[in-house]
């Protein structure tokens, strides 16, 4: 059966046509212009800008020319990962679509429902001839999923709506109205040495723990490797002097880092490796329940000729144990939501500096400008300095939403049931947008996809049905 016999028939059509296209992250030129040439095709007003954003303007069906416009957004870029001995060049490919009439999705790849779904709609919104809905602002973004950077280089001065539907969520009858912004932070301290003459070395390791999404999962207690590690050392030190030689844990920001090595030296090795090993003990029975795999161990291994003297080794540990990292704050309009956290995905000491890489996210524009100055103090005081990029804005939650009131009542007379309205604590481009869009009043949607970014991904064929449904009768609704 072909995917273009799935109703609707137009989506499907579409969603099949893009799948065509290779479109990943930093590749997305043919989809554009496969975009643009739709819009031309149907003389409708197109615009591409610099960064490779696609705004494409529909005028409002009979009866709805006085209504105020509506933006339908989404992104043009997909994640591309394949499975292992799957021999496709997604550089230049196409995806390869498969079907069990339940889901759709790809053979050997990821299957790019995240955002081509959204894509589709709004091809086949702006292509239906039927549809009854104010002037439309489609706007196709150029590299989400590589930090929303498409969004961040968009001008927005075209758009002239102040209500818009997001079609990146992932699962049917939720409405989500608010996502954290983020901020990656690096810190860089100088570390004071001293050749390890006379001592002897052991490698500690800290491995087993879930790790798990900085932002998903950082609600569940999960422990961060490479704080343990502090802790460790602080323990370790404060009866027998040890020095640190070098220090690597995590290296992905967004990732509750599982797992830390450090070696140090030490004056008495048979002393620090039995406190170590009662550290390690305790700390496996205490999270045994949570994290069963959890494990310390410590060997001997060759003596490094430098490492942090005393005084570099202490502050070594002091930065370790109050770096924050963790949930710091839960949401007080959704108590179910981790409004503040941040994760320390990255920790490295060698060489002189020590370097601690942070992601923070909050729903909360002004408790995520609290932590920055946090670090920035904590790093003033250990005489190191801060870096902070990958800044983008929360979509803060928005009390009064007309917007999100019509589409609650929208999806309750279809349904009969009430859709679950919540906010996120990890990024849509909502929070961007809401920064460059004045006052907007946003709404994310979406049909329910599974296992996205991994080549297990599928999409619900049925759910895009009725989400497309949902999505006329919100437009028919807004005049």
């Known amino acids: 059966m072909q995917i273009n016999d799935f109703e609707p028939k137009k989506v499907f059509e579409f969603f099949s046509q893009i799948a065509e296209i290779p479109h990943g992250s930093g590749n997305t030129a043919r989809l554009a212009e496969y975009c643009l040439r739709f819009a031309e095709e149907r003389g409708l007003e197109a615009y591409r800008d610099d960064y490779g954003n696609v705004m494409i303007f529909k005028d409002a069906s009979a009866g709805y020319e006085n209504s105020a416009p509506v933006i339908i957004q989404g992104h043009i870029d997909m994640v591309c990962e394949k499975r292992p001995g799957c021999k496709k060049d997604m550089e230049r490919e196409g995806i390869d679509i498969l079907t069990d009439r339940e889901f759709l999705f790809a053979d050997g790849t990821t299957l790019g429902g995240d955002d081509g779904i959204a894509v589709a709609y709004i091809l086949a919104l702006l292509d239906d001839k039927t549809a009854e809905h104010p002037p439309i602002e489609a706007l196709l973004t150029a590299d989400e999923e590589t930090g929303l950077c498409g969004a961040d280089a968009l001008d927005a001065s075209r758009l002239k709506g102040r209500r818009l539907i997001n079609i990146d969520s992932e699962e049917e009858g939720v409405l989500t109205v608010s996502c954290a912004g ?13 050749k390890a003459d006379g001592m002897s070395a052991l490698k500690i390791t800290v491995s087993g723990l879930l790790g798990g999404h900085s932002g998903i999962d950082i609600i569940k207690d999960r422990k961060n490797a490479a704080k343990i590690l502090g802790e460790l050392l602080y323990e370790v030190n404060s009866k027998t002097p040890v020095y640190a030689a070098s220090i690597s844990a995590g290296g992905r920001l967004n990732v509750i880092t599982p797992w830390a090595e450090a070696v140090i030296c030490a004056e008495d090795v048979r002393e620090a490796k039995s ?30 000729e430098i490492c942090a003297d005393r005084s570099g080794t202490r502050k070594i540990i002091f930065a370790l144990m109050q770096s924050p990292s963790g949930l710091r704050a839960m949401s007080e309009d959704m108590p179910e939501l981790a409004q503040t956290s941040v994760n320390l995905g990255e920790t490295l000491y060698g060489g002189g500096v020590l370097e601690l890489s942070f992601m923070l996210r909050s729903n909360s524009g002004a408790d995520k400008r609290e932590i920055v100055r946090g670090l920035k103090s904590l790093s003033d005081y250990l005489g190191g300095d801060i870096e902070v990029s990958g800044d983008y804005p929360p979509w803060e939650y928005r009390k009064d939403s007309p917007l999100r009131d019509l589409m609650i009542k929208v999806y309750k007379d279809m349904t009969g049931r009430e859709p679950l309205v919540c906010a996120i604590h990890a990024g849509l481009e909502c929070g961007i947008l809401s920064g460059k869009l004045k006052d907007a009043d946003m709404v994310s949607i979406g049909p329910n996809m599974y296992s996205v970014h991994t080549p297990d991904e599928k999409l619900e064929i049925k759910s895009v049905r009725r989400c497309w449904e949902y999505l006329l009768e919100i437009l028919k609704e807004l005049k």
């Open 182 to 194: 983020a901020a990656d932070v690096r810190c860089k301290i100088p570390v004071s040495e001293m």
């Open 275 to 304: 406190i170590i090993e009662q550290f390690g003990a305790e700390f496996k029975s205490e999270r045994a329940l949570r994290e069963p795999d959890a494990h310390i161990s410590c060997d001997e291994t060759v003596l490094p």
